[in-house]
């Protein structure tokens, strides 16, 4: 069954209201000029390197080393991240490089 166009525009309005929301609600509890609590200070410095090896783990959890190829475009993408992150310090760059390359090796490369 498809989805009417006012049902997904109601999708499109309520998820931009929630992400607009998740944008603002940190101004509107820590206002320029009050401390920031330092429980809210440690989770902004831990949390980040948390969830990028989450998102580590999880993307390489479904990964056979015992299985053609062998991890190689997985671990040549991952490379590729890591050596442009520390080389050029831009997550945007970095991420964006080792996605298309992910992609080009699994689509033709390792075919």
Do not use: D
């Not at 009050?34 to 440690?42: D, G, H, M, Q, R």
């Not at 056979?64 to 040549?76: C, D, Q, R």
């Not at 993408?77 to 050029?88: D, E, P, Q, R, T």
């Amino acid at each position: 069954m498809p989805i009417s166009v006012e049902r997904s525009l109601l999708i499109i309005i309520v998820v931009s209201i929630v992400t607009f929301a998740t944008r603002v609600i940190p101004f509107l509890l820590f206002p320029k000029g009050k401390e920031i609590p330092p429980l809210v200070k440690y989770l902004g410095a831990a949390l980040p390197p948390a969830v990028i090896g989450m998102l580590v783990i999880y993307c390489l959890k479904s990964v056979n080393l015992f299985v053609w190829p062998h991890a190689a475009p997985e671990l040549i993408a991952g490379l590729a991240v890591v050596v442009l992150h520390i080389w050029k310090r831009n997550n945007l760059l970095s991420i964006g490089v080792g996605t298309v390359l992910y992609m080009f090796l699994i689509q033709s490369i390792f075919v």
